[in-house]
């Protein structure tokens, strides 16, 4: 036993040193390297499988019509488990292969990773997640929370409250909920709601749930204490169905319940079912499989046997958002290749300039085949979000079914939260706000 | 052959306390600290610091302090993470609150509020014995872990609870670049480690050790458990309190209370059973089998051009890492240390074993 | 008033559920000395077989009928529970009679980091749902006493009910059979039961067969309240206050435990909740059961630790 136990440390030391040592492969010449950092695994996976199989498949897609203007995109997966350290090594692991973009695919890595992306030239892309305040190009020249953040989301909720109330003006004297997720994620939206209590009056009660959110029935309790008249869900993972379950158990009515759109998916309401019936949740981005692009991707990639995941999942609310950042992100590259050269290989700052530069409009969400199901994202120097546009859908016991109404942050209510909280970074960081000529290169 | 000490007569009593009484240990020491201070800042990669080493050097310096509790002094603490949180926040706001502070001030600073910490939560240990220890340490985790998202104050009043620093530098050289931030850790490291190494070698040490073995029989011959015990927190905390600093601080650079949860604490009382209770080579070598090795079995399918999906990888090598961990037990109980030592015994007689 | 009794059976059924996992860290630590870490990758995994066994079966065999194809599958995972008891003892326990107590609370550690990735690579890692037919609408009780009624969750008292049975039947089986008498001797003294005969490594195989059976139900109880998914090895640590508060060593001090905690918890966190910002429960329960321990070192009903010199 001794003998082997020698046997194997000794094997493990040399096999160790033989493969941190050796230069990692390099990419393969002439191609866009995406690192795709996913969670497959632990408590978040059933959250992340769909997200992750979204953006790979869109990777494939591209590459099986023939790249980006030629060039194809080398990409490679690293499991964080949701785990900011893990995170951190993926990420150093995948940067010597130059990566064109990363999307860390959690608010805590995120964080980490905010320090290191501008030494090491490398954007982030946080679709609908990460620092609010990132939102300020002026200052977060790396990073892009496109389409939305924590802040445009809470904003939108309170105008569909509004819009259900009959004005904004009639929130007065109500009482709104919070059940957050315990962490960065859940409590960013706190001073956007609390500027929003303020302006119109109604009162805010927040009530933490501590991650990753499997005990929640004293939280319910109180929720049932308080009857507030709207409860607004932000949870990820196990959370948001547990939420829903302790909502159903104690008996509070599904219609008055509102998730983020990180509590609006699948695998949020599938095992509660019917009981989760009339509840509702931001739609960060179209799902279903009738759109061209979906259909073709079933084409291209599922029939051809390279899909990521199951077949069933593709068009599912995760599903899309993956593929959205990977589109969004294949854009940028679109972008940059126009002004820096066509079928080239784009580096990280010239890939942030596409970033910067993106103009997907009515006619380009056409050409990509998403007509009528996202709205135009146009994003500039200042504005790296592009656009704050969001649904609301419900579910109806089997399927998510999307509202028609679009809304709009409010931008006098966010601009200057933005600009404060950016503000507040930069002194912290002893980053100097950049200036017009910065913007211009 | 090589390995012998025939020969090597120790004429003072200084020579014969010194650490390494061998003199091929003490070569081989010094051409480690030679390796590990020249030729890596020169032939590392950036990944091989980012990733590997500066991760290992600190969680390797965080078992260092719980080996002293758990290991020296016989308390399972489960409460590792704890500490380094305090250690993490403390730093931090003597960063953001006092203008100028030097980046050591912050971290010894740090470490000795984990140590008052550590001491208030080390105080139930003078009662409360074994797993019901372990497990009441557990209350130190869940109750900071709680105070670092939940009172604004600990995180400058930060909108998201998830802190940050930059522009660290040690007497006006900065500690930005991987090579940097790896010497800075490595200097720490050493000198803890020797002062560790010493300390136990001091009658506190012994004191830790005979509470160890038997508290009964220690109190019998005269060591007051209330001064031994609360010293192993006190010593173990603030080691662990300037790991959790640099690990915030050099290695994550932005955090939040996750990053020292009770996963966390588990991993460093591996790392410490793992390499051997009661020795300090003992946390380097399970800091580097715990951190390394997943590293490396996450890259084999890779490398070897297995075609595996994420999920049956990561899941794979929890399976390994796992079974491995019940092996090594069950191998050497006493840790990789041990069959360090033997080892070593064997080298001696070798080639001509009796 | 009527708030404070829903909250109050509320905590009471919260705290019947972790008296159930406890109960699976107490038959282990009673009869083999191992403080098992890995009753919470237990729950998983039996909860996970059960999960996509009644899900499967029928597939398989091509019938529909949920209650036999959720019998079928409880069968199979309990099946399964026990030659995993029969591998651990057989790897791993076996090797290690006469180790510390913290070298085996670690490999049981080991055990789980294996359990938690077998379960899922074999199980997937989606979540499943388990539906056994527990009822998920509230009830309103004596609605005519209190404005508004008092809620009850149809589903925490059956499943209450459930692990009191479950605790009673347990409590039968060690104190009436022979094979219960066994564990008692074993757990009493390890070398002085086998010198009477009584095989140790079957003792061992047999109690964590009984601890994969109360894993299994409440992988089965849990999992029909939140779903099968990894999240479900981490109610363990919902347990662990209970397990020492009541006693390592005590069936009717992890009962007895569980309802402490889950009453202190629930109270602490709606009326001392707001005066901290809320989220105490998850450390308060930790230090409710520091504090007794204090009192009481070896837990309430915890054998007495006697040193000797």
Same mark, same amino acid.
């Given at each position: ?441 | ?122 105080? *139930? ?52 670049? *991987? ?176 | ?309």
């Amino acid at each position: 036993m001794k003998r082997k136990a020698f046997a194997l440390v000794a094997a493990l030391a040399a096999f160790g040193a033989g493969t941190l040592s050796a230069p990692v492969a390099a990419q393969q010449e002439g191609d866009q390297f995406f690192p795709l950092l996913v969670y497959r695994t632990g408590a978040y996976a059933p959250n992340g499988t769909p997200w992750a199989n979204g953006k790979q498949d869109y990777v494939k897609y591209i590459n099986a019509t023939g790249g980006i203007n030629g060039v194809k995109i080398g990409w490679e997966e690293c499991e964080t488990g949701y785990a900011t350290d893990k995170g951190v090594e993926c990420y150093e692991r995948l940067k010597s292969k130059k990566p064109s973009m990363i999307d860390p695919q959690a608010t805590g890595i995120t964080f980490a990773l905010t320090d290191k992306a501008p030494v090491d030239k490398v954007p982030l892309v946080t679709l609908g997640y990460g620092l609010a305040a990132s939102q300020d190009g002026g200052v977060f020249k790396w990073n892009f929370p496109l389409m939305g953040s924590y802040w445009t989301a809470a904003d939108a909720l309170i105008q569909h409250l509004g819009k259900k109330e009959g004005g904004l003006d009639k929130l007065k004297g109500k009482k709104i909920a919070l059940v957050y997720h315990d962490s960065p994620f859940g409590k960013e939206p706190i001073p956007l709601l609390q500027k929003r209590a303020q302006m119109h009056g109604f009162e805010l009660v927040l009530l933490p749930v501590t991650a990753p959110g499997v005990e929640q029935k004293a939280t319910w309790l109180q929720v049932r204490q308080q009857r507030p008249d709207y409860t607004l869900l932000w949870g990820w993972g196990v959370m948001n169905s547990t939420a829903l379950k302790e909502a159903v158990a104690t008996g509070y009515p599904r219609e008055k319940l509102l998730g983020v759109w990180w509590s609006g998916a699948e695998p949020d309401v599938k095992d509660v079912g019917a009981n989760a019936k009339g509840y509702s949740a931001l739609a960060l981005n179209p799902h279903g499989t009738d759109s061209v692009l979906i259909k073709d991707i079933l084409k291209k990639v599922h029939d051809a046997g390279n899909g990521a995941g199951p077949r069933e999942e593709v068009g599912s609310v995760l599903y899309m958002r993956g593929l959205l950042i990977s589109m969004l992100s294949v854009e940028a590259v679109r972008t940059a290749q126009a002004k820096f050269g066509k079928g080239k290989v784009m580096t990280g700052e010239q890939v942030r300039w596409g970033l910067e530069n993106l103009n997907v409009d009515e006619k380009r969400i056409g050409e990509l085949g998403l007509a009528g199901l996202i709205r135009p994202i146009k994003t500039s120097c200042n504005d790296h979000m592009g656009s704050t546009s969001v649904r609301i859908h419900s579910w109806d016991g089997t399927t998510w079914k999307m509202q028609p109404d679009w809304y709009e942050a409010d931008k006098s209510v966010i601009d200057p939260l933005v600009k404060e909280a950016a503000d507040k970074y930069a002194t912290d960081k002893q980053i100097k706000r950049r200036d017009a000529s910065d913007c211009a290169a | 052959m090589l390995y012998r000490e025939n020969g090597q007569f120790k004429t003072s009593y200084a020579a014969d306390q010194q650490i390494f009484p061998i003199a091929q240990d003490r070569l081989a020491i010094g051409l480690l600290l030679l390796v590990a201070f020249v030729v890596m800042p020169m032939a590392g990669s950036e990944y091989l610091f980012r990733a590997v080493l500066i991760p290992f050097l600190i969680l390797a310096l965080a078992a260092l302090g719980l080996n002293i509790l758990v290991g020296y002094c016989g308390q399972i603490s489960l409460g590792t993470g704890a500490f380094m949180a305090v250690g993490a926040y403390a730093a931090y706001n003597f960063m953001v609150r006092i203008d100028g502070m030097p980046l050591i001030g912050a971290m010894l600073l740090g470490g000795l509020t984990a140590t008052v910490v550590g001491v208030l939560f080390g105080v *139930p240990s003078l009662r409360i014995k074994g797993l019901y220890l372990a497990v009441a340490t557990l209350a130190a985790q869940f109750f900071t872990d709680w105070a670092f998202l939940r009172i604004s104050w600990f995180t400058n009043n930060s909108t998201s609870g998830s802190v940050s620093v930059a522009g660290l530098n040690v007497f006006g050289l900065p500690i930005e670049s *991987p090579v940097a931030k790896y010497l800075f850790c490595l200097t720490v490291v050493c000198v803890f480690a020797l002062a560790a190494k010493n300390l136990t070698r001091t009658a506190t040490g012994r004191q830790w050790m005979a509470i160890r073995d038997m508290d009964v029989a220690a109190a019998v011959i005269g060591i007051r458990p209330v001064y031994a015990k609360l010293t192993a927190f006190a010593v173990s905390s603030f080691i662990v309190g300037v790991a959790g600093v640099l690990w915030a601080f050099v290695h994550l650079g932005a955090w939040e209370p996750a990053a020292f949860s009770i996963d966390r604490s588990f991993q460093l009382l591996f790392m410490v059973i793992i390499g051997g209770l009661g020795s300090i080579m003992g946390a380097f070598f399970g800091a580097a089998f715990i951190v390394v090795l997943p590293i490396i079995l996450d890259q084999v399918p890779h490398l070897l051009g297995i075609p595996l999906s994420t999920a049956t990888t990561s899941h794979l090598v929890h399976m390994i890492f796992g079974a491995l961990i019940v092996f090594f037990l069950i191998a050497e109980p006493h840790g990789l240390a041990k069959l360090w030592s033997i080892g070593k015994q064997k080298l001696r007689l070798w080639p001509f074993p009796h | 008033m009527g708030f404070f009794l829903e909250t109050l059976f509320g905590g009471l059924m919260a705290g019947m559920l972790y008296s159930l996992i406890a109960l699976g860290f107490v038959l282990i630590y009673k009869a083999s000395g191992v403080f098992n870490f890995a009753q919470g990758a237990m729950v998983l995994f039996a909860a996970l077989a059960m999960a996509r066994f009644a899900e499967w079966i029928p597939k398989w065999l091509g019938f529909d009928n949920l209650i036999l194809a959720n019998l079928l599958a409880f069968g199979v995972a309990m099946a399964l529970m026990v030659v995993l008891a029969w591998v651990i003892e057989r790897l791993c326990l076996s090797k290690l009679v006469n180790q510390e107590g913290i070298t085996l609370l670690m490999a049981t550690l080991g055990i789980s980091y294996f359990l938690d990735g077998l379960g899922q690579t074999l199980f997937g890692n989606d979540i499943y749902s388990i539906n056994v037919g527990m009822p998920k609408e509230p009830a309103m009780i004596l609605e005519g006493t209190f404005q508004g009624g008092l809620l009850i969750s149809k589903e925490d008292l059956v499943a209450a009910l459930i692990a009191a049975g479950l605790v009673l039947a347990l409590a039968l089986f060690f104190q009436k059979t022979t094979t219960g008498r066994a564990l008692r001797a074993v757990a009493d003294d390890h070398q002085a039961a086998q010198s009477i005969g009584i095989p140790l490594n079957r003792i061992w195989v047999i109690v964590w067969s009984v601890a994969g059976f109360a894993a299994l139900v409440a992988g089965i109880i849990w999992g029909s309240k939140l779903g099968v998914q990894f999240s479900l090895s981490l109610v363990a640590l919902k347990a662990l206050p209970v397990v020492i508060l009541g006693g390592l060593t005590s069936v009717p001090g992890a009962i007895l435990g569980g309802l402490i905690i889950g009453v202190g918890e629930k109270l602490s966190e709606i009326y001392l909740g707001s005066f901290f910002g809320g989220g105490i429960e998850i450390w308060f329960a930790y230090v409710l059961a520091l504090g007794f321990l204090l009192v009481r070192p070896q837990g309430l009903f915890g054998e007495k630790i006697i040193d000797r010199v």
